[in-house]
């Protein structure tokens, strides 16, 4: 079982940057596949980015790609989003989440597949 808790959000101009930040409890980090989401007002919570538990396959959403970037650190048990360029409609709650085997790469943005979740923090970017 791992424990997962964000943070690093906050408010931000429009073209800022943010690194988001999870961290983990337990000495199995290293062995989940781990997930960014969010969730704006009024919608359904939506995948951002993801990595598989080898730490060389990622993933992005269409609508990040090119500006954001999942990371990982096993010694630190921590996983980062590093966000660039932000824009006014990527303000919403993010999530990091954990899947102790890595989702299949055709489900891999179903949040279903992941099985433990932070609280969220929130972004919001400012035009």
């Known amino acids: 079982q791992v424990q997962l808790g964000e943070s690093g959000g906050g408010l931000v101009q429009a073209g800022g940057s943010l690194r988001l930040s999870c961290a983990a409890s337990?000495?199995?980090?290293?062995?989940?596949?781990m997930a960014w989401f969010r969730q704006a007002p009024g919608k359904e919570r939506e995948f951002v980015a993801g990595m598989r538990r080898n730490g060389l396959s990622t993933y992005y959403a269409n609508s990040v790609k090119g500006r954001f970037t999942i990371s990982r650190d096993n010694v630190k048990n921590t996983v980062y989003l590093q966000m660039n360029g932000l824009k006014p409609e990527d303000t919403a709650v993010y999530y990091c989440?954990?899947?102790?085997?890595?989702?299949?790469?055709?489900?891999?943005?179903?949040?279903?597949?992941?099985?433990?979740w932070g609280q969220g923090t929130q972004v919001t970017v400012s035009s």
């Open positions: 989440a954990a899947a102790p085997t890595d989702p299949p790469v055709v489900v891999v943005t179903a949040p279903l597949k992941y099985e433990y």
């Open positions: 337990g000495r199995t980090f290293s062995t989940y596949a």
